[in-house]
């Protein structure tokens, strides 16, 4: 199956599952407060829908849905989903119902607390999936990683790093006194908020004092990175029929220089082929395209010391038909398992960083580099693997949903946040808003909203396009 499709699949099931428990929420707190449910629709239905239990042809299949209060469906816009719950201003911006007299089974017509804790249900649900899942993959996969004390061979750090005092080869060891556990993005987040970070530098540990002003997307960001894993460079296979086998190299060989430059590590070759793709990217003529596909590698044959050099030329895709070895090749995974009861503290822990990075991430989305990161269904579709894999689904699934919990939550008009925001005001004031105000904060909201998923929308489009 193309691995596009199993992207798109697995997207699909994520956010349906996502979506309808989120409402799920909602409705589950309205019922139980008796208030009325008129629709609860997976996806958007404008104009017209894929399903609903008020169509004919399932009234007539199953009479007893004719007369329920709640019409169930699936809509053709997959945005979301929605319940709309009588007596409420919403997405739906039912106005002509407001004007009606207050019915006791409206949600305008229960407490303050009723109508908070309604408002809430699809965020708490939302949280506790998420720890859920987390615990869940805990008990059933446990947790592999590469201790960052076990990595031996150390880190390969840029001159922004090495400026700091960081050299080649430290292994970093703690942020601000914490050990860092596990080499991932974290370590990243941990080193641009610590105010000093511990390295293990030849059997001895060194403090390295930090700047306030470091930027974890910076980092990131940075060509070449901050700081990555000494990889050799040696060849874990070669690609039958590209120019790397059609010159002689094989698995096992290393490569140890390119174009006059020396290569130790694949971060070396990466800068190297980065240099190559940024000149070809500038743009220039078709002279010297052809010439950036010409290159000069320095190979080390397995198993003998001496060198062969080769000319060769990359693929029309600038690619030598290579495939690096990995941190795996070097290093062996701990596996964690957990029993039961071991999981739920774990995995709530586990779940709980996941929400703290993500929180701390955003003051990155306030920066011109941030605002470009912004994606669509596109973006959040390319974190699934191409490959059906349940660990990865479950664990994006649990990603996405404490992003929705968060998401929802913040204080901004047309989402559960901002509906939370005036029925706290309602309480301190002990009065409610207006309906006018409502209606035309609801206005306000679904606008940021709709600007945001343009936003969204053209990022995705650009870099298609890029």
């Known amino acids: 199956m193309d691995a596009t499709l ?30 009325r449910v008129e629709k609860f629709f997976l996806f958007f239905d404008p104009y017209f829908h894929l399903f609903s239990t008020k169509d004919k042809w399932f009234t007539r299949l199953f009479p007893k849905f004719k007369d329920k209060e709640t ?16 007596g409420m201003i919403d997405e739906s911006m039912d106005t002509e119902q407001m004007k009606k007299p207050v019915q006791p089974w409206e949600f305008r017509a229960k407490p303050a607390w009723q109508r908070l804790c309604i408002m809430v249900g699809g965020v708490l649900v939302n949280f506790l999936l998420a720890l859920f899942i987390y615990i869940m993959i805990l ?54 908020e610590a105010r000093e970070v511990t390295v293990m530098r030849q059997g001895g540990e060194v403090t390295i004092p930090m700047p306030e002003d ?56 990466d800068q190297i082929m980065r240099v190559r793709m940024e ?41 030598l038909g290579v495939v690096k070895q990995s941190l795996l090749d070097y290093y062996e995974p ?13 995995g709530i822990a586990f779940g709980w960083d996941v929400l703290s990075g993500y929180v701390s991430d955003l003051q990155y989305l306030f920066t011109s580099d941030g605002a470009k990161s912004v994606g669509s269904f596109i973006t959040i579709g390319s974190i699934f693997p191409p490959t059906w894999d ?41 009065r409610p808003p207006s309906e006018k105000f409502l ?17 969204a929308c053209y990022n995705d489009i650009m870099r298609f396009i890029l």
């Not at 019409?71 to 009588?86: C, F, N």
């Not at 040696?234 to 590209?242: E, K, Q, T």
Request: hydrophobic share 50%; with cysteine; aromatic share 10%.
């Open 439 to 455: 209606e035309r904060a609801q206005v306000v909201g679904m606008v940021l909203l709709i600007s945001l998923m343009v936003l």
């Open 390 to 430: 349940w660990l990865a689904f479950w664990e994006t699934t649990a990603l996405l949903s404490l992003i929705l919990a968060f998401m929802n939550i913040l204080p901004i008009p047309a989402l559960d946040g901002g509906h939370v925001l005036f029925l706290i005001g309602e309480i301190i004031l002990r």
């Open 214 to 269: 470091m930027n974890m997307l910076e980092m990131l960001k940075a060509v070449p990175p901050f700081m990555m894993p000494v990889v050799p460079s040696v060849l874990d296979s070669v690609m039958p029929g590209m120019p790397a086998y059609e010159a002689g190299m094989r698995k096992g060989d290393r490569i140890v220089a390119m174009d006059g430059k020396p290569v130790a590590t694949w971060n070396d070759f």
């Open 279 to 319: 000149r070809l990217a500038a743009g220039c003529s078709p002279k010297d395209s052809a010439d950036l596909r010409r290159a000069v590698v320095v190979y080390q044959a397995q198993g003998r010391g001496a060198v062969d050099t080769v000319r060769l030329q990359l693929t029309p895709e600038y690619q």
């Open 71 to 86: 019409e169930y469906g699936i809509g053709w816009l997959p945005l979301g989903g929605y319940v709309k719950i009588a």
């Open 6 to 35: 199993i992207k798109a699949l697995q997207l699909v099931l994520s956010l349906s599952l996502l979506v309808a428990l989120h409402e799920g929420g909602h409705f589950f707190f309205s019922k139980l407060f008796h208030v």
């Open 139 to 192: 008990f059933a996969w446990g947790e592999q990683y590469i201790p960052m004390k076990d990595m031996s061979m150390g880190f390969q750090f840029n001159e922004q790093a090495e400026k700091l005092g960081f050299r080649d080869g430290d292994i970093v060891l703690a942020a601000d006194g914490r050990e860092l556990k596990k080499w991932d993005a974290s370590v990243f987040r941990a080193v641009s």
């Open 334 to 346: 701990l596996q964690v398992d957990y029993g039961f009861l071991a999981s739920i503290p774990a």
